[in-house]
């Protein structure tokens, strides 16, 4: 699905000497280059507050920790996201209120959020689900109204910018109260090895968020609250420094694939290419189509043959997980969700995706759509 190696290649002499420098300077936790990385995606993303922890799960957890919520008050997501969304909210002894996602974008369906609002509702957490913006200027219309935090998760959409009524842009992950991100390495900025940052332009809550990830300290050995032990290691940090500035350059090449994806595939009545949402910048961390009027998981299994990775993100929306029957949600109750995850198919994304292997996978694709 990723070609992480050729990315590597491309680049080598600038990280290995990252990577030696900080070796060499034996700062493997809290160096130098974590501030230096952290000042530098703050620059990037124009936001205040840059937090890095140690995964984007940590990052999403530790965003809901600052914000004090008690034991059973509510978290709306949607249910058609990777785990970690949820995971985290359920681990704090929290309730996921799921709200369906739009059968076009995959992105939650604002007009459904308020019914789903009660006296516990606390905080909306939308999903930038594959590289593409939620509908950020309404939630957060929402989230004002009915006084919620709103926590972004940008696991999958890190650079990708915003575009409000206004004119204005904004980097997604920066206008809701917090961000997250994750740096896994195959996410749009990915490390090599497991990190993530939180973002936020609130003095108070970077404060908070600054001492959870540190177990509950602003005083070595004073704990104020119970927190975590969450970072990011210098060397991580020194990577991502180098390819925070090839960032948009990343993102411009998945879009680049995204582009010659579509025009292969624009006039088959079986596929519906991924749904652009005009206020967002789609930056593709995943290519995923709609494949109808066929049978999704023998194209899988065909092109699996034929050497081309694909995947299906994600196959069990969230409600109907075993680990999450105790909500009692049921079959029927987002049928948006779960009519995607029976339809959906992930097509190879990356930075180095060239003609040759983008024709072989569309001409593969298309030859089995024609004969099934
Ligand atoms: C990857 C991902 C996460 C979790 O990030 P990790 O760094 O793997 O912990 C959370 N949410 C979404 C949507 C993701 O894609």
């Known amino acids: 699905m990723v070609d992480l190696k050729t990315q590597y290649e491309k680049i080598k002499p600038e990280i290995?000497?990252?990577?030696?420098?900080?070796?060499?300077?034996?700062?493997?936790?809290?160096?130098?280059?974590?501030?230096?990385?952290?000042?530098?995606?703050e620059k990037y993303l124009q936001v205040k507050?840059?937090?890095?922890?140690?995964?984007?799960?940590?990052?999403?957890?530790?965003?809901?920790?600052?914000?004090?919520?008690?034991?059973?008050?509510?978290?709306?997501?949607?249910?058609f996201t990777f785990v970690a969304t949820v995971e985290v909210i359920a681990l704090l002894g929290?309730?996921?209120?799921?709200?369906?996602?739009?059968?076009?974008?995959?992105?939650?369906?604002?007009?459904?959020?308020?019914?789903?609002?009660?006296?516990?509702?606390k905080a909306i957490i939308p999903v930038h689900l594959f590289g593409q913006a939620a509908e950020m200027e309404k939630i957060m219309e929402i989230a004002n109204k009915h006084n919620l935090y709103v926590i972004e998760d940008t696991a999958q959409a890190l650079g990708s910018d915003y575009y409000f009524e206004d004119?204005?842009?904004?980097?997604?992950?920066?206008?809701?109260?917090?961000?997250?991100?994750s740096f896994f390495?195959?996410?749009?900025?990915?490390?090599?090895?497991?990190?993530g940052a939180i973002f936020t332009n609130d003095d108070k809550l970077a404060e908070t968020l600054r001492s959870i990830v540190n177990h509950g300290m602003k005083v070595r050995y004073y704990h104020?609250?119970?927190?975590?032990?969450s970072r990011l290691d210098s060397i991580q940090a020194a990577i991502l420094q180098v390819k925070l500035k090839y960032l948009d350059q990343y993102n411009?090449?998945?879009?680049?694939?995204?582009?010659?994806?579509?025009?292969?595939?624009?006039?088959?009545?079986?596929?519906?290419?991924?749904?652009?949402?005009?206020?967002?910048?789609?930056?593709?961390?995943?290519?995923t189509l709609k494949i109808i009027n066929a049978d999704r998981d023998k194209l899988k299994n065909y092109l699996i043959d034929k050497g081309i990775p694909c995947a299906v993100y994600y196959p069990v929306p969230l409600h109907l997980q075993k680990a999450y029957s105790y909500y009692g949600y049921k079959e029927g109750d987002f049928p948006v969700s779960e009519h995607l995850s029976k339809i959906v198919l992930s097509l190879p994304m990356h930075t180095e995706l060239n003609n040759e292997q983008l024709e072989y996978i569309t001409s593969t694709v298309l030859e089995f759509l024609k004969n099934n």
């Open 16 to 41: 290995d000497k990252a990577i030696f420098d900080v070796i060499e300077s034996t700062a493997f936790i809290n160096g130098p280059k974590v501030k230096e990385f952290t000042a530098d995606l």
């Open 49 to 79: 507050h840059v937090i890095p922890a140690a995964s984007g799960t940590d990052a999403l957890q530790v965003a809901l920790m600052a914000l004090d919520l008690k034991p059973g008050d509510e978290v709306i997501t949607t249910p």
């Open 94 to 121: 929290l309730k996921p209120v799921f709200v369906d996602v739009y059968d076009d974008t995959f992105t939650i369906d604002v007009s459904k959020i308020e019914e789903k609002i009660t006296d516990k509702t």
């Open 167 to 181: 004119g204005s842009v904004k980097k997604l992950g920066t206008i809701g109260h917090i961000g997250a991100t």
């Open 185 to 195: 390495p195959s996410k749009n900025l990915g490390c090599f090895g497991d990190g």
């Open 224 to 229: 104020d609250t119970i927190g975590v032990n």
């Open 252 to 287: 411009d090449s998945r879009r680049k694939a995204a582009e010659y994806y579509n025009n292969a595939f624009k006039d088959c009545e079986k596929i519906i290419t991924p749904a652009i949402y005009e206020k967002s910048k789609h930056i593709y961390h995943q290519y």
